[in-house]
């Protein structure tokens, strides 16, 4: 396929798909969802057009097990309320059919026209689109359309394959087939105009080219580094929902490591893709890759992830960066929460890192020279501490890069599994420890009451 083409020559060449018969691909209906095989049967048998779309039939030619399962349809989406009595219709103005099985959601939508961007909300833009009488009442609504045109919204060819319910085969209007098997991510139509349609298309291919281990092709590629700085325009609360998206999906480093190719880093995070230009083999860029492995591994392992431990590992560099230039005037934690304020709100203004993050964020950080000290009832009030755990677990991290003494990394894991008499005891004989950088503190002599005067 030809990827200057305009859309209405796409849509022309799309009208004869190529249609891949049941035995010639792996599709089994064993590997797709029972509910969502009932949403397309029924919508077969009212006489619908029923298709299973998108990122379920890519993944299932891939051998991989699909997260959801969503359905195109001509049928509208007044239609599918009728059909499913637990159906709900969401968005504003384009509306999509939420069918619910359970705590299974099969989203439902029918074909679109081309040129309907859609928005955030699942809405589109109706401008030209619909024709109303002065009364309010519809003339023309063309904001639906034919499986020919819902072919050209979708952003990569590996994402707009169709699997037809009613016979089994596979259709492919623009090659997605071939690149889905040859491992490679493309554009549909010229990837210039579709990144200045929606700058987060180019986010959106380092998510896909990570998650499915996908060349980008260079025709997709090539204009992302001239085009990056569009995605200063883009909302900063979108920018966390793909952050979010890219980050805990189990694909971070891989993820991390094209966004910094591509230069995209610098447009979602300029602190840190400043300190990693200063220096990225520093002892923070080590915690850096070390703590998006991590995720990646926990989220492998079907274990929980956060943001707010996500967004410490990525700013920690930024962080680090900013307190070597506040330390010569403070003391080691207010420089350090000082220098975690400042490149906080200065990330603020590209990724919009809601307070419920940024709050617990600020504590892992302000605790991490707090585990200097090792002796008296200060470090057995740092157990207690609610963060205890996430800034353990982050002062682990920066033992394993080198950051901070092994030695004191398991004297906090040793002390945890004693019992409360063993650590008084442990901490009562001076723990071991003292402050990072500095000799260790003074114990101050109690005095001793004098005797009442004669």
């Known amino acids: 396929m030809n990827d200057n083409n305009s859309p209405a020559e796409i849509i022309d060449e799309a009208s004869a798909p190529r249609v891949v018969a049941r035995e010639h691909h792996p599709i089994s209906r064993a590997n797709i969802s029972s509910n969502a095989l009932k949403v397309l049967y029924r919508l077969k048998e009212a006489g619908y057009q029923a298709f299973l779309v998108g990122g379920a039939v890519r993944d299932l030619l891939l051998g991989l097990h699909p997260k959801d399962f969503d359905v195109a349809t001509n049928a509208h989406p007044d239609q599918v309320k009728q059909l499913f009595r637990n159906c709900r219709l969401i968005g504003r103005r384009f509306h999509l059919a939420h069918v619910r099985f359970g705590y299974e959601i099969i989203e439902v939508a029918t074909f ?217 005037e403070q003391g080691d934690v207010h420089a350090l929460l000082a220098a975690c304020d400042q490149v906080t709100a200065r990330q603020q203004a590209r990724v919009a890192v809601p307070k419920r993050f940024t709050l617990p964020l600020r504590e892992i950080v302000g605790l991490q020279p707090r585990f200097a000290y090792r002796e008296g009832r200060r470090a057995l009030r740092l157990l207690d501490h609610p963060r205890f755990r996430a800034a353990y677990d982050f002062l682990l991290l920066r033992a394993a890069a080198g950051e901070v003494d092994p030695d004191l990394a398991q004297w906090w894991t040793d002390i945890q599994t004693m019992s409360v008499e063993q650590r008084t005891s442990m901490v009562e004989q001076g723990g071991g420890g003292a402050p990072e950088g500095g000799q260790r503190r003074r114990r101050r002599r109690r005095r001793r009451p004098r005797p009442p005067a004669a």
Request: hydrophobic residues 45%.
């Open 112 to 328: 679109r026209a081309a040129h309907t961007p859609i928005d955030e909300d699942n809405s589109v833009d109706e401008a030209g689109h619909r024709l109303v009488d002065e009364r309010g009442r519809i003339l023309r609504d063309n904001l639906y359309g034919t499986i020919e045109e819902d072919v050209w919204r979708r952003d990569f060819t590996a994402n707009a394959l169709y699997y037809n319910i009613s016979d089994f085969s596979v259709w492919d209007y623009v090659g997605g087939y071939e690149d889905a098997q040859a491992r490679v991510l493309r554009l549909i139509g010229d990837p210039e105009t579709r990144y200045r349609e929606d700058p987060v298309r180019m986010l959106r291919a380092v998510r896909f080219a990570a998650k499915l281990n996908f060349g980008i092709h260079i025709d997709t590629a090539t204009p992302i580094p001239k085009l990056a700085w569009m995605l200063d325009g883009v909302p900063p609360a979108r920018l966390f929902d793909e952050v979010n998206k890219m980050f805990l999906a189990g694909y971070a480093i891989r993820s991390f490591e094209l966004l910094w190719d591509l230069g995209l880093l610098e447009h979602l995070f300029p602190d840190l893709a400043a300190a990693m230009n200063t220096d990225p083999n520093s002892l923070a860029a080590r915690v850096l890759r070390l703590g998006l492995e991590g995720t990646d591994e926990r989220v492998r392992a079907d274990k929980s992830v956060t943001p707010t431990f996500l967004f410490a590992v990525l700013l920690w560099p930024s962080i680090q960066e900013a307190f070597a230039k506040l330390q010569p």
